[in-house]
């Protein structure tokens, strides 16, 4: 029989999912007849890396401190450059709460796949996750699409480069030039094999750098203010802007597919929701301060990025500020890329772990594609910020949102006892449910904004050439 309709019941299905004990893990039951998401403790035999001691290599040495700090230097970027734009077309009041929403929802979701990266500890990617749901197909769609994401998100950090070096040297070089400026030491930071060779500290200094670049920006903002600048409460637009609009906020939390490679480099997984709490919490205060202060000082003219709407020198001051969490992050995301191929190559082989030859000459090689793809996307393709925008809707709306939902009613259905399992958590089913309709929903209004921007941009004429030697 169904659960009974109550208040009671539905608090204590929703504690269930976030109620841990102090070793880290859920309470073995949270409700009668039903076992904690977290089937068991974390099996060092499945695990991806598996048992490191003795190996040349070692993977799995990250706290869950560097874990948070590597979280928020790959998205922290995006929202700071792009949310206030957002504000301007919606209005400060919606898209405050909006803001608000979409981190207290991406906190909710991020659970979801730490439970189930614990209850599978053989998952590095979202590509083995797809094997789980979906068997070989899934794992095919899902490791490509996170690879091409991954790819796409290290073209934007470059573009988003351009525009720092760009405002630094007053535009005296070509676009190409300041592209290959920085992905070079992109390149040269995502060597490493294991995160904790290089970039977990130096996230910490990325982390550091945009806090201190937006307060700088801020500040700027409030002693320069826009004269006679507008700010709305709400405002009414029709489909196309108002949704174009929303996926800035939509997109600032669109890191989750991180999560799965950055938990299996982690000495205790189970430590991994400490990680997306402050996370979450870090990136939705920072964010809708940010929004709302440069929104306020500069009104409804501000840009995106938000920098590109200070004076010269404020602009500056932030663009310098900010380049470390740019090269940081552009290289985490590289990283990424590339690992996910190589430990797919050579999972349970020595290369994996070991100083081979071998092992360092395909680790390199994968490094500079994934790099040199980016880079050539970032500049060869005209239309490339809309196609990260299509890539975001294909796979970020899936990967931050829908896929989380179908991640739970997979385990409560393979591991707490079938359909019955789902009818007893009846509450928490439907909340699943709407949550793949929600990714369902981001992906689908997110294809049509941009593909209808790109037939807009053609029928403008904003669309340039192939490797054009513009200004950034």
Not at 369 to 392: D, E, K, S
Not at 442 to 468: D, H, K, M, Q, R
Request: hydrophobic content about 50%.
């Amino acid at each position: 029989m169904p659960a009974r309709l109550s208040l009671e019941s539905i608090a204590i299905q929703w504690t269930a999912v976030g109620n841990m004990d102090k070793a880290g893990y859920f309470s073995p039951e949270i409700e009668t007849g039903v076992s904690s998401d977290v089937v068991e403790s974390y099996r060092d035999d499945t695990d991806v890396f598996g048992h490191e001691e003795g190996h040349g290599i070692r993977y799995r040495t990250l706290t869950w401190p560097l874990v948070s700090v590597l979280m928020i230097t790959e998205i922290v970027t995006y929202g700071t450059l792009s949310l206030p734009s957002s504000l301007a077309v919606v209005g400060i009041v919606p898209g405050v709460i909006l803001i608000a929403f979409l981190g207290c929802f991406a906190l909710y979701t991020s659970i979801l796949l730490i439970n189930f990266k614990l209850n599978h500890p053989e998952v590095h990617n979202m590509g083995d996750a797809g094997m789980i749901l979906l068997g070989p197909i899934g794992r095919e769609v899902l490791s490509a699409g996170t690879i091409l994401f991954a790819i796409f998100v290290v073209g934007g950090q470059l573009i988003a480069a351009d525009a720092a070096l760009g405002s630094l040297s007053d535009n005296r070089l070509c676009l190409l030039w300041y592209t290959g400026i920085f992905a070079i030491p992109t390149l040269l930071l995502s060597l490493p094999r294991a995160l904790n060779m290089s970039l977990s500290w130096l996230s910490a200094v990325a982390t550091f750098s945009i806090l201190v670049s937006s307060i700088v920006a801020m500040v700027g903002a409030g002693i320069e203010r826009t004269p006679d600048r507008t700010v709305s409460v709400a405002v009414g637009s029709d489909f196309y802007t108002a949704f174009a609009s929303i996926t800035n906020p939509v997109y600032a939390y669109a890191g989750h597919f991180m999560f799965f490679p950055l938990i299996s480099e982690m000495k205790r997984p189970q430590d991994a929701k400490k990680a997306a709490w402050t996370l979450q919490t870090v990136a939705t205060l920072f964010y809708v301060v940010f929004a709302a202060v440069m929104y306020i000082y500069i009104g409804n003219t501000v840009a995106s990025p938000a920098y590109l709407s200070l004076s010269t020198k404020w602009a500056k001051a932030a663009w310098g500020l900010a380049i470390p969490n740019l090269l940081v992050a552009g290289a985490l995301y590289n990283h990424t890329a590339a690992k996910i191929i190589f430990v797919r190559l050579f999972r349970g082989t020595r290369h994996l772990h070991d100083n081979t030859v071998v092992g360092w000459i395909w680790w390199t090689a994968l490094v500079v594609l994934t790099n040199g793809a980016a880079f050539v996307l970032a500049t060869g393709v005209p239309i490339f910020a809309y196609l990260v925008g299509i890539a975001a809707s294909l796979f970020a709306s899936w990967y931050t949102y829908g896929l989380a939902g179908a991640f739970w009613l997979h385990d409560t259905y393979a591991l707490r006892g079938g359909a019955a399992a789902r009818r007893r958590r009846w509450f928490l089913t439907a909340v699943n449910v709407l949550t793949i309709a929600a990714g369902t929903f981001i992906c689908i209004g997110g294809l049509y904004v941009s593909i209808t921007g790109i037939v807009l941009a053609y029928a403008s004429g904003a669309v340039g050439a192939p490797f054009s030697c513009g200004t950034a």
